[in-house]
Nanobody, 122 residues
Framework: QVQLVESGGGSVQAGGSLRLSCAAS????????MGWYRQTPGKEREFVAF????????AYADSVKGRFTISGENAKNTVYLQMNNLKPEDTAIYYC???????????????WGQGTQVTVSS
């Protein structure tokens, strides 16, 4: 089992910045990737950013490229999402996601945090 705890959400005006953190605990040695998703009422959860835990593969949704930066500290089992130039459409609950494999090549199991609210006002 992997447990994820997010922090850093809040309210900010358009153009402002926030930094989200997600700390993993439990079977952290099984984590192969971490990332962020977001969800607004009535919509499906959508991908925001991804980071491979070895090799450093990074990916972003087109809607956040150039504004958001994902980074991580393997030693602390923590991933961050620096969000700059925030827009009202970034308002959502942000969820941390971690991919876990029990063995190399095995199936990936996804874990989720409880979510943190980000509100951007115009």
């Amino acid at each position: 089992q992997v447990q994820l705890v997010e922090s850093g959400g809040g309210s900010v005006q358009a153009g402002g910045s926030l930094r989200l953190s997600c700390a993993a605990s439990g079977r952290t040695s099984s984590i192969v990737d971490m990332g962020w998703y977001r969800q607004t009422p009535g919509k499906e959860r959508e991908f925001v950013a991804f980071m491979g835990w070895s090799g450093g593969t990074i990916a972003y949704a087109d809607s956040v490229k150039g504004r958001f930066t994902i980074s991580g500290e393997n030693a602390k089992n923590t991933v961050y999402l620096q969000m700059n130039n925030l827009k009202p459409e970034d308002t959502a609950i942000y969820y941390c996601n971690a991919g876990s494999r029990s063995y190399a090549g095995g199936p990936r199991y996804a874990y989720w945090g409880q979510g943190t609210q980000v509100t951007v006002s115009s």
